[in-house]
């Protein structure tokens, strides 16, 4: 059982690339999220997807975007990657909104 | 504004006692309360969670409290085990659709000694 997959698992950027995380989950979930795991600082959450079609922020967007390609996938796109932008990436789906989700293994990235 | 707080960053019990986390919350809007588990190099896993319109939900070794009127929850396992060694993030949550706010603490560091 597959779950949700992140690709990929480890990345090195320099600064002002960009590069795009994936993350496609095979449980037919309505809602898809992307977190980020700071040390000290938790997951927050950087953006997610109530339903296909649909993208809302959440508390740590600036920097991002998302796409929410179909009901499956969740890309989560850094434009100009920054150092502060290095952490752990974790992607996430739940069958609705605020019921408990299921988290990738994670990315993590670091930015140079 | 820390509206989930996990004031214990770690805590050490000997396998086969009782390990308590605790959380703390601010937001009175929180309905619905999870805990996740993690391991090193892993995503975070669903363990447990509870509504607001309960005060005890068990699940085997584990079980969460809800005491809304101090805004309080905690995880108890029993009996802890060497495998339960792990980070513990508490999350709260207001509900769905447009409102919709999944909030983790900071999480807490349990180890357990043979």
């Known amino acids: 059982n597959a779950g949700v997959t992140q690709t990929p698992k480890f990345q090195v950027l320099k600064t002002g690339q960009s590069m795009t995380l994936q993350c496609a989950q095979d449980?037919?979930?309505?809602?898809m999220y992307w977190y980020r795991q700071d040390p000290g600082m938790g997951l927050r959450l950087i953006y997610y997807?109530?339903?296909?079609?649909?993208?809302d922020k959440g508390e740590v967007p600036n920097g991002y975007n998302v796409s929410r390609l179909n009901k499956r996938e969740f890309s989560l796109r850094l434009e100009s990657a920054a150092p502060s932008q290095t952490s752990v990436y974790f992607c996430?789906?739940?069958?609705?909104?605020?019921?408990?989700?299921?988290f990738g293994q994670g990315t993590r990235l670091t930015v140079v | 504004d820390q509206q989930v707080k996990q004031n214990s960053p770690s805590l050490s019990v000997q396998e086969g006692r009782i390990s308590i986390l605790n959380c703390d919350y601010t937001?009175?809007?929180?309905?619905?309360f999870l805990w996740y588990k993690k391991y090193p190099a892993e995503g975070p896993t669903f363990l447990i969670s509870?509504?607001?319109?309960?005060d005890k939900n068990e699940d085997g070794r584990f079980t969460v409290f809800l005491n809304k009127s101090a805004k309080h929850l905690s995880l108890h396992i029993v009996p802890s085990q060497p495998g339960d060694s792990a980070v513990y993030f508490c999350?709260?949550?207001?509900?769905?659709?447009?409102?919709?706010?999944?909030?983790f603490g900071k999480g807490t560091l349990l180890t357990v000694n043979p």
């Open positions: 996430a789906s739940s069958v609705l909104l605020s019921t408990e989700a299921f």
């Open positions: 449980m037919n979930h309505n809602s």
């Open positions: 997807s109530a339903s296909e079609g649909t993208t």
């Open positions: 937001n009175s809007m929180f309905d619905y």
């Open positions: 509870i509504s607001s319109i309960k």
């Open positions: 999350a709260a949550s207001e509900g769905g659709g447009s409102n919709y706010k999944l909030t």
